[in-house]
């Protein structure tokens, strides 16, 4: 499984950055799907995960009703979708992947991992 990040960028607080994973290689009809973030000096961290067959989505309470995770079959991509930016929001955006479905926050639970992508955000 491969897996390609894109869309990170400066932005001022309050507003928004629509991340992308591209993901090639495998069938993802049984896997979960996830983005993870690392701030320097800090541990990397669950941010999102949705399951591949259902849809089901899990946050973390810090981005709950600002982040969106979807998924689009026709092009094996996962987005994340991040409004209402804040500055604590900065960090290096990872996404990876799990061979199985369900909640999994734990980083060492993911099998598969992408570059990172830079999210900036001023105050």
């Known amino acids: 499984v491969q897996l390609q990040a894109s869309g990170g960028g400066l932005v001022q607080a309050g507003g928004s950055l629509r991340l992308s994973c591209a993901a090639s290689?495998?069938?993802?009809?049984?896997?979960?799907m996830g983005w993870f973030r690392q701030a320097p000096g800090k541990e990397r961290e669950f941010v999102a995960a949705?399951?591949?067959?259902?849809?089901?989505?899990y946050y973390a309470d810090s981005v709950k009703g600002r982040f969106t995770i979807s998924r689009d079959n026709a092009k094996n991509t996962v987005y994340l979708q991040m409004n209402s930016l804040k500055p604590e929001d900065t960090a290096v955006y990872y996404c990876?992947?799990?061979?199985?479905?369900?909640?999994?926050?734990?980083?060492?639970?993911?099998?598969?991992w992408g570059q990172g992508t830079q999210v900036t955000v001023s105050s």
């Open positions: 290689g495998r069938p993802f009809s049984t896997y979960l």
């Open positions: 949705i399951n591949w067959s259902d849809r089901r989505t």
């Open positions: 990876a992947s799990a061979k199985n479905a369900g909640l999994r926050v734990g980083a060492d639970e993911y099998d598969y």
